[in-house]
């Protein structure tokens, strides 16, 4: 799976680093540095997709058919600088 999103990284009041999913509610990673907790992050995102998918294939009505879509468009963004709020 390919794709880019958008980490929102935080610290717990125990010092730990919290990264969630801004484009997918409920996926949330911890870890004591930064980087690990975005590749946890990363990780979280592609199993939520693999269930997801998984589950869809499972509940397809019979005759209905699973089809890849390829999103090539990016909304605008911030570019690939930091953002402190």
Known sequence: MHGEFTAVVSRSEDGAYVASCAE????VA?????AEAIANLSDSIAIAFEVNRDEAFREAEPGSRCLTVKVDHTPETLGSEALTV
């Open 30 to 34: 911890e870890a004591e540095s930064e």
């Open 24 to 27: 997918i509610p409920g996926i």
